[in-house]
Nanobody, 124 residues
Framework: HVQLVESGGGMVQAGGTLRLACAGS????????MGWFRQTPGKEREGVAS???????FYADSVKGRFTISEDNAKRTLYLQMNSLKPEDTAMYYC???????????????????WGQGTQVTVS
């Protein structure tokens, strides 16, 4: 399993930027998918962005053109650059990792086995 720790959340005004980071440790998957999800109270966890071991990325329509997912394999760190933030981006953001499975869409939470504890993003 992979242990994941998120950082970089905070409070920002609309139009601002934040960069989330997710540090990974432990046994990694040979072919993997890593993603960012977000959740607000009373709502289902929403897939925001993902990247797999081939470097292929996927984004939710709501964040396309504003968010960018990337990874630094040497540091075993996943990033989410968030620009032009909107109040509706307010949520707890989670990092996730799992073995790449072509039968499950990359932004489907069922792809992922390992989850971080989350970092809060608040946009006012």
């Amino acid at each position: 399993h992979v242990q994941l720790v998120e950082s970089g959340g905070g409070m920002v005004q609309a139009g601002g930027t934040l960069r989330l980071a997710c540090a990974g440790s432990g046994t990694s998957y040979s072919r993997y998918c890593m993603g960012w999800f977000r959740q607000t109270p009373g709502k289902e966890r929403e897939g925001v962005a993902s990247i797999d071991s081939d470097g292929i990325t996927f984004y939710a329509d709501s964040v396309k053109g504003r968010f960018t997912i990337s990874e630094d394999n040497a540091k075993r760190t996943l990033y989410l650059q968030m620009n032009s933030l909107k109040p509706e981006d307010t949520a707890m953001y989670y990092c996730a990792a799992g073995p790449r499975m072509t039968t499950i869409p990359p932004l489907d939470y069922r792809m992922y086995r390992d989850w971080g504890q989350g970092t809060q993003v608040t946009v006012s």
